[in-house]
C-alpha cells in the first residue's frame, strides 16, 4: 500500500447485494427485497444470533410452509399473530371519522353462501342461545343505503365455524347473504357466538404459546356489506362483555366495534339475546368522501 494512501474500501455484503440488485434496475420488487434484506441484515448486527439460532429460524419458517394446505394457511395466521395483516388493512382501507372501521375476513369466509329473506334464520341446526339481529346499513351523512348486499357469517356456540365441522354441522350453517330493505334494514335470527381459541398445534401456536402470549379471539359476528357507489365494508362486531374482549389474538377489536348482546326477559325455551348495529359505509369515490367530512366541520351548516 502506498504511504499515505487512504484505504480502499471493501463494501459489505449487504452493499454488494444492493449494488447487484441495482444493477438490474428499479422495480417495486428491488425496493421491498432490498428494504427487508437491509433490515434483516440490521437485526443480525443487533442480535448477534449464533448458528444454531438461525437454524432454529429456517426450521421455524420450514414448519409454517408445511403446516400450510388448503384447509389451514399457516402463512395467513402468522401474518396475523404479529398483526402485519391488520397494518396492511388499515393503510389500504382508510376510513373517515363517523364510517365503520374496516377488519380483516379471517380464514372462514365462504363466498358461495346462499341469499335469504329478511328475518330469516342462519342456524341450520337451532343448538345455541337464540339471537335477534338488527342491522340498519347508512352512509356518512346518516342516509340509509337500501338493496346493500350484507354478508354474515360467525361461530357457534361452541366457538366452531361450519366449514371447520363439516361432519358436526349443517352445511352454510350460521351463514347468509340478505338484501337492505328501502331503510337500509336488515334484521335475522341466529345463535349467540361464543369466542375460541387460534390453533394451538401448529408452529405459529406453539410460538405464540412459548412467548407467554394468548391465542383467545372474543366472541364476534362477521359481516361483509357490499352497495353501488360504496366501497366494500368487511367487518367484525365483537360482544363487549367477552372475557378476551382486551386481548384479541388478531388485533380486529376497536372500539366502535363493540357492541352489547342484551339478554331478553327469560323464558321457558332459555337465555335469548338482541342485538341493534348500525353500519356506516364511504362512498367509492374520494371526492364524495371529501366533501361529507368538509360539512361535518365545526361552523358548517348541515
Not at 395466521?77 to 363517523?98: H, Q
Not at 354441522?169 to 336488515?186: H, I, K, T
Not at 357507489?229 to 365483537?238: E, N, R
Not at 369515490?285 to 358548517?300: E, F, I, M, W, Y
Request: charged residues 25%.
Amino acid at each position: 500500500m502506498d504511504g499515505g494512501s487512504p484505504d480502499k474500501h471493501v463494501p459489505t455484503v449487504l452493499e454488494d447485494l444492493v449494488l447487484r440488485v441495482g444493477s438490474q434496475g428499479q422495480s417495486r420488487l428491488a425496493t421491498a427485497f432490498v428494504a427487508i434484506v437491509g433490515r434483516a441484515h440490521d437485526l443480525v448486527a443487533e442480535l448477534q444470533p449464533s448458528t444454531d439460532e438461525l437454524k432454529g429460524v429456517i426450521d421455524f419458517l420450514t414448519d409454517v410452509g408445511h403446516t400450510a394446505d388448503a384447509r389451514r394457511q399457516e402463512w395467513v395466521l402468522l401474518a396475523d399473530v404479529i398483526g402485519v395483516s391488520t397494518r396492511v388493512e388499515d393503510i389500504n382501507c382508510p376510513r373517515p371519522e363517523g364510517a365503520t372501521p374496516n377488519t380483516l375476513p379471517g380464514p372462514f369466509y365462504r363466498a358461495d353462501v346462499p341469499d335469504l329473506p329478511q328475518r330469516a334464520n342462519l342456524s341450520r341446526d337451532g343448538l345455541g342461545d337464540p339471537l335477534e339481529v338488527r342491522l340498519r346499513i347508512k352512509d356518512l351523512d346518516g342516509h340509509p343505503i337500501q338493496q346493500a348486499q350484507v354478508e354474515v357469517w360467525h361461530a357457534n356456540a361452541l366457538g366452531r365455524y361450519e366449514n371447520q365441522d363439516p361432519d358436526l354441522q349443517p352445511e352454510f350453517n350460521l351463514r347468509g347473504r340478505l338484501r337492505s330493505d328501502a331503510e337500509g334494514r336488515v334484521q335475522f335470527q341466529t345463535v349467540k357466538p361464543r369466542g375460541y381459541a387460534l390453533p394451538e398445534d401448529g408452529p405459529v401456536g406453539r410460538l405464540l404459546t412459548a412467548l407467554g402470549l394468548r391465542l383467545e379471539r372474543p366472541a364476534h359476528l362477521h359481516f361483509r356489506v357490499t352497495a353501488a357507489g360504496f366501497q366494500t365494508l368487511t367487518t367484525h362486531i365483537f360482544d363487549r362483555h367477552d372475557p378476551a374482549i382486551d386481548r384479541d389474538a388478531l388485533f380486529g377489536v376497536r372500539p366502535e366495534l363493540l357492541a352489547d348482546f342484551r339478554a331478553l326477559p327469560a323464558a321457558t325455551g332459555g337465555p335469548a339475546y338482541e342485538l341493534d348495529l348500525c353500519l356506516v359505509l364511504v362512498p367509492a369515490n374520494p371526492d364524495s368522501v371529501a366533501r361529507s367530512a368538509q360539512s361535518h366541520l365545526p361552523g358548517k351548516e348541515h
